[in-house]
């Protein structure tokens, strides 16, 4: 009875593991994209403007 306990248990963790690396990847890809988006947005604003003719008006 002691062993399938163990089995049982041992199922239980590999599942959690696997469970908790589905939601970590995503998580650090979320993290990268939004970094990069970040970074492109604050190198470029100008550019930004002008493309889609926002940004300040000048005289």
Do not use: K, W
Not at 33 to 59: H, K, S, W, Y
Request: proline share 8%; net charge positive.
């Amino acid at each position: 009875m002691g062993e399938r306990r163990t089995t049982n248990g041992s199922a239980s963790v590999f599942t959690l593991r696997l469970r908790a690396r589905c939601i970590q990847q995503p998580t650090v890809e979320v993290m990268e994209l939004a970094r990069r988006a970040n970074r492109a947005v604050r190198t470029c604003p100008p550019l930004l403007g002008d493309l889609i003719g926002g940004g300040p008006v000048e005289p």
